[in-house]
């Protein structure tokens, strides 16, 4: 666990700081890092080479017959606003009359067995879903979640068991199995492609050719505040139309489930609890809420709390006279009777909404 007091920082995580670098590296840095980059590409050579099988058609994506298959995903690894995206589009979707499913691995569950509800169902445990999962169902409640990941069979059944019509394919732009209609990359402007490199040098999963592959670009436009911190060179090159949105804070919800507007902890001291790729963002959200951060408690993404961390999570939030607050995706992983705010976001979509409609099929 990392602790950090005091003003939040722009990348609070020695990860971030490494991944997304503020300023150009310095040689020293390169080289102590230059382990890394080694692997970086043994790691290039076999996404290469798997990318170029499928490409080259030796390797062929699985078409589901009758059903449209919306793939929304990313080249880097977490933190680029994706399942905020899902969201947006399963609700836009529904509104639209569709029979909308999600397609989701479910990272970080302990179970291997497919699962299926929705959210006006019993939902399963955070052990048996994941985190992403029930947090979808929790906030799109009209939309079947299938966890698994053999995502073709999941979308054969959401096709024959279930008569769906569309479904979406979470965190798929590397799942290329199953044949998709659009493929939606979701980039953060306020960050672009980090460092450039590959894991684990950098953030990227792919190339960033692989961009090419993209049918739409959903942009995540940055801050009010904040200008892109890096150029993104490999999006000039890139012919898919654009979308460009902005995510921002759309109220609270409290221990009870209570909803409260987004001014409704101005000026409180917090304790922002985090397990996120890049919990720098989550930081940024709550100063601009308005919140005194006296205390972070960052943990790695998906991160499984235990009983005494919490334990001394309530203890320095005591010690300090602060709430406890965090993310949707972080509240669902904590047990019931954990007292801790939770911050929710919204899609607001800035520029391109007839090439949205387009991908979308409406």
């Known amino acids: 666990m990392t602790a950090r007091q005091g003003p939040e920082p722009v990348a609070p995580t020695a990860l971030e700081r490494v991944f997304y670098p503020p300023t150009p590296e310095p040689w020293a840095r390169r080289a102590f890092l230059s382990p890394l980059a080694l692997l ?48 947006h589009l399963a609700e836009l979707l529904l509104r639209e009359g569709r029979k909308v499913g999600i397609l989701t691995r479910g990272y970080g569950r302990e179970s291997r067995e497919p699962l299926t509800f929705a959210g006006a169902e019993s939902a399963p445990t955070v052990e048996e879903a994941g985190d992403e999962p029930l947090l979808l169902a929790r906030r799109c409640p009209r939309a079947r979640l299938f966890v698994g990941a053999d995502r073709v069979a999941a979308a054969r059944r959401a096709r024959d068991d279930f008569g769906l019509d569309t479904v979406l394919l979470d965190d798929g732009f590397q799942h290329r199995r199953l044949h998709r209609d659009e493929d939606l990359v979701v980039v953060d402007e306020a960050v672009g492609l980090g460092n450039g490199h590959l894991l684990p040098r950098g953030p990227l999963r792919e190339p ?98 235990t009983e005494d961390e919490l334990r001394t999570v309530e203890a320095r939030a005591r010690q300090q006279g602060a709430l406890v607050v965090t993310t949707e995706k972080d509240a669902v992983r904590l047990p019931p009777g954990f007292e801790a705010w939770a911050v929710r976001l919204g899609v607001e979509v800035l520029e391109g909404e007839s090439h949205l409609r387009r991908a979308l099929g409406l």
């Open 208 to 305: 960033p050719s692989a961009l090419r592959r993209a049918t739409l670009l959903w942009l995540r436009a940055a801050p009010l505040s904040q200008e892109p911190t890096a150029p993104i060179p490999w999006l000039e090159a890139v012919t898919a139309p654009r979308v460009r949105t902005r995510y921002g804070p759309t109220g609270w919800w409290d221990p009870s489930g209570t909803e409260h507007a987004t001014n409704a902890l101005e000026g409180r001291p917090v304790l922002a609890l985090a397990g996120l790729a890049r919990p720098g963002g989550f930081l940024k959200t709550l100063t601009a809420l308005g919140v005194e951060v006296r205390d972070a408690a960052l943990f790695p993404d998906h991160h499984r709390f």
């Open 40 to 87: 970086s590409w043994t790691y290039s050579g076999a996404v290469r080479l798997r990318g170029a099988l499928y490409d080259s058609g030796l390797l062929r994506a699985e078409r589901v017959e009758g059903l449209r298959v919306l793939s929304v995903g990313n080249v880097n690894v977490g933190g680029t606003g994706k399942t905020p995206a899902v969201l």
